[in-house]
Structure formats: C-alpha cells, structure tokens
C-alpha cells in the first residue's frame, strides 16, 4: 500500500455564487488573502460568467488584481482556479493574472448542461478540446468538473458506467485533472467512495477529485 497525497481545494466562489445579496469587492479579496496568508495553496476563487446570470461573479477581474499578489507564508503563489463556462469565459480568464487553472463543469445530464450552459453535448465536448488545447499553450492548468457524477434529480439515465465513459473520453482528449462533482447533494459516503475507487481503476494517469456540497436536509453549519 502507498501513501497518497490528498491536496485540499477550497472552494469560497460556490458558496458566493448562492448568496443573494451582492458581497462587496473588498469583502472577497480580503477573505481570499486571508486564506492565503493562512497557507491555502489551492482555491476555488472566481469564475468568469455571464454578470447578468451570475452577478456576483461580475468583479472577478478586480478581485484577482489584489489576489494575484497574495503569496503563502512559504512565498509560494497559490494555485487559483477561475470557472469558465464558454469560449467567452476562457478568453477572459487567459487574460487575469493570477488566474493559473481554468475549471469547466462538464455535465452528463442533458437537462443540466442545456439549463446551465445552453449547449448540446457535441458542443460541451468541443469546447472541452478547446480548453485543452488553450490552456495548454498558455502555460495554464485545466482540471474538468463532472456534473451530475454522483446521480441527478431529472429523471434521465444515470450510472457509474456514464461517469466511467466520460472518464476514458477526457483521458483521451489530454485531461489529466478530473473532479467528481456532487452538485446537487445526494452523495453519500459510500457513494463517493465507490464512485472514485472505480473511476481511479478504469483510467490510469488521471488525477482525480471530488466536488462535494452539503447533502439535502443536513443542517447548516
């Protein structure tokens, strides 16, 4: 048996994106840099979307122009990943520094992808190779999130086999950093070790994580 190295990402942008009221620009930066003061090498911080369907993510240019300056106390740069979920958002995202992993929420439900991102999955799945392809050649990490992996609540096919399909496909288009995500909080934890066990043995190479989100009817801590 070896030892594994479990690399903890946190992730404030989600939980931003359901909060109401508009948080003040300075109230995020100074969070972030708080978290990265603390020695937080891996975060979820922004994400580069339509302001008019997520006007809470609308100052992520500002936020990452103090950010980008944050260092841990080792003096090391943290690994920021900002989210994209279209050509418009990767061209954005290239173009803040700081911003050193692009994140893209892949979904395996059709009603899901159309309802959050308007495409088919042909087009989810060129732009995937896009992202690849640019994020490469900018020097920039890309790690792929898998809505839905962990079941859906719209009544379309579901399981580990669908999740397992897509695994072996983005291995195949170059992606080697891969997070199941629980989006809609069913996951249990069996579930989730079940789910990664078979994912880590049907494709070798891949790094992969989870994305997970309180389960309904936990109480709110």
Known sequence: MTDATITLVECPRDAWQGVAHLIPTGEKIKYLTSLVSLGFRHIDAVSFVSPKHVPQMADSEAVMAQLSEARTPSGEAPEIIGIVVNEQGLQRALATP????????????????????????????????????????????????????????????????????????????????????????????????????????????????????????????
């Open 98 to 221: 700081g911003v050193t992993t692009i994140g893209y929420p892949y979904s395996i439900s059709a009603y899901f992808r159309r309802a959050n991102a308007n495409m088919s999955r042909a087009e989810s799945r060129a732009l995937v190779e896009k992202l690849r392809r640019e994020t490469k050649a900018a020097g920039r990490k890309l790690v792929v999130y898998i809505s839905m992996a962990f079941g859906n609540p719209y009544d379309e096919p579901w399981g580990p086999e669908i999740v397992e399909d897509t695994l072996v496909w983005l291995k195949d288009v170059g992606v080697r950093t891969v997070s199941l995500a629980d989006t809609v909080g069913h996951a249990s934890a069996a579930d989730v070790a079940n789910l990664v066990r078979a994912a880590n043995a049907c494709v070798a190479g891949v790094e992969i994580g989870v994305h997970l989100h309180s389960r309904s009817g936990m109480p709110a801590i």
